[in-house]
């Protein structure tokens, strides 16, 4: 499921959609959520609708030029405008040869959660959303129980100072496209 459906169906689980037929309505009110759950799930629902509104923007940045330009400037801002607690999820991606065949590219579609932890640090998370493509770069762990092997698809790290994260380097890493 796409990040705009997923934002979209929250939205409706918070608030009943205009003109909803009564019976819905009524059900809304039954089932509703206490304030603090309410104001949790306004928080998921912006971090997904921003998100969803950025994946839109990265899709232009495939073009370069000026795309590229606006999309680095927009995160840097929206990377600094973050307050302690809130935190954004940014669309990203990479494109490298597949090693069977080196005449097609395989695509990776990655995604990568900020989060403001304090003043001064980040907590910045990379999610390989493509259980595919990008497996063979993960570490594994076999087990011994089952014949299966356990793929770690994101990595965390903590403490990234807000010096590295307004970086314009760090900035451009979502962009890991061909023709850069």
Known sequence: ??????????EAT???PEGAPPLF?????EFS???????????VSKVLRDGSQLSQKFKLVERGGPQLVQF???MKKRTAELNVGDCMVVPGGL???DP???ATMIDVNLMYIMERTCESSFRFVVVNTDVEGGLGYHQTCGTAAAPTIDFKLCMKMDGVPIQ??????RVAFPCMLPDF
């Open 1 to 10: 499921m796409s990040l705009p459906v997923v934002s979209k169906v929250l």
């Open 14 to 16: 918070i608030e009943p």
């Open 25 to 29: 309505t009524e059900l809304f009110k």
């Open 33 to 43: 959520f206490s304030t603090a759950e309410l104001q949790a799930l306004n928080k």
């Open 72 to 74: 680095l400037k927009l």
């Open 95 to 97: 494109c490298y040869p």
């Open 100 to 102: 069977r065949s080196k």
């Open 164 to 169: 590295r994260m307004l970086d314009d380097v």
